[in-house]
């Protein structure tokens, strides 16, 4: 099967829809240009409702999502500073591997897939000097939605600045950047939003700004204050040579996800994920995350227990022969669990292929004595 028949149903990168591929076949413009300013300038536009705050403090990075979580600890962390990083699950591991290169990380780890405690985070808070405290929003590594807008009061009350990892959740979820009191939000150009890999969305509040002017050590070229002072020219712009034909694919996604609706593309992405998870109970698999009156299922990538006799990467390999990539567990977590992606450009014949396929693979190794059970829900 040729790579491009193959059904991406991973938690990212995702499909991306063909308007974005054409777009981003267009020539070169010169990025120091008024036509380059003026993607910037509605990149921003169409990104503030999505991230619910001012489109002025907004930046785009030519790099990955990991690019903007180093952002992010970067610029406003000076050594020893110390820094609470929340773990459950894999990103939230990179969050704290990220700080214990610019800070005094004070990890905060829970099992992988389990719900956050809020009373150890702010014993967490309430016993030192704590500069920044930083969180997964959504952990697609366990499947798990994490609590931001209790750690975002809990961060507000001991005046430490929030930083939220929204690369999984951002145009598939809400995201309330103003609200929940966040310092500075990461998004990813590949995952709900459907746009390829490579480039990374930072919000930042004026008092993430503000720390910036007194961080001594920012990075480089991941310096968000030199990105921050280069949108705010006349004439927009990076700082360095940005992926040009990227910020093509990312204006067209945008417009995309501005055209249905942010609500609507929410609603879409959380009734998809609620397919997934009721085809699994009706098969009987269960789902892996565990939740406390605080946290959710992910609602834009599924993240299931693999059944007795058959692993998270048997059932991901079996899917592969079938044309249709899913995704397995992560470090600890490989062969433990499976996860079927639903986000982005995902439609519900995507869904009902996958389930179909699964129930396929599931009753052929005596997992389930039936098909169809799973597809009733779908």
Not at 364 to 374: A, L, M, Q
């Amino acid at each position: 099967m040729q790579t491009e028949d193959k059904l991406l149903m991973m938690p990212g990168p995702v499909k991306v829809p063909s308007s974005v591929l054409r777009a981003m076949s267009k020539p070169m413009i010169n990025h120091r240009s008024k036509d380059f300013s003026e993607i910037i300038d509605e990149c921003q536009k169409l990104m503030g409702p999505m991230f619910n705050t001012n489109p002025d403090n907004i930046v785009i990075i030519s790099g990955s999502g990991s690019a903007g979580m180093e952002a992010a600890i970067g610029s406003v962390i000076n050594k020893g500073e110390k820094v609470i990083s929340l773990e459950n699950g894999k990103f939230g591991e990179r969050f704290k591997e990220i700080s214990f290169k610019y800070g005094d990380t004070v990890p905060l780890e829970f099992e992988w897939g389990d719900s956050f405690d809020l009373d150890l985070i702010e014993e967490k808070l309430d016993a030192g000097d704590i500069s920044a405290i930083t969180m997964v929003h959504n952990e697609t590594s366990a499947g798990i939605l994490n609590p931001a807008k209790e750690v975002g009061k809990l961060a507000k009350k001991y005046d430490a600045l929030f930083i939220l990892d929204v690369i999984t959740s951002f145009g598939g979820d809400c995201v309330k950047f103003d609200e929940w009191g966040v310092d500075i939000a990461v998004a990813g150009s590949q995952k709900c939003i459907a746009a390829p890999p490579g480039l990374s969305m930072v919000a930042m509040s004026e008092k993430a700004l503000s720390k910036m002017e007194e961080t001594t050590c920012r990075p480089y070229y991941l310096d968000l204050l030199a990105y921050k002072n280069s949108i705010s020219k006349e004439m927009k712009e990076t700082p360095y040579t940005p992926a040009v034909s990227l910020f093509y694919g990312l204006l067209e996604a945008l417009r995309i996800a501005d055209s249905e609706g942010i609500e609507n593309r929410i609603k879409r992405h959380r009734d998809m994920t609620k397919s997934v998870r009721d085809a699994m109970a009706a098969m009987g698999i269960e789902m892996f995350p565990n939740l406390n009156k605080y946290s959710r299922y992910s609602n834009t990538v599924s993240a299931m227990k693999s059944p007795e006799g058959l692993s998270g990467e048997d059932i991901k390999k079996e899917m592969s022969n079938r044309g249709i990539i899913i995704a397995g567990g992560q470090n600890r977590l490989k062969g433990k669990i499976f996860r079927i992606g639903s986000m982005g450009a995902v439609t519900p014949l995507d869904l009902m292929t996958t389930i179909s396929e699964l129930e396929l693979i599931l009753y052929e190794n005596k997992v389930i004595d039936k098909i169809g059970e799973g597809m009733r829900h779908i």
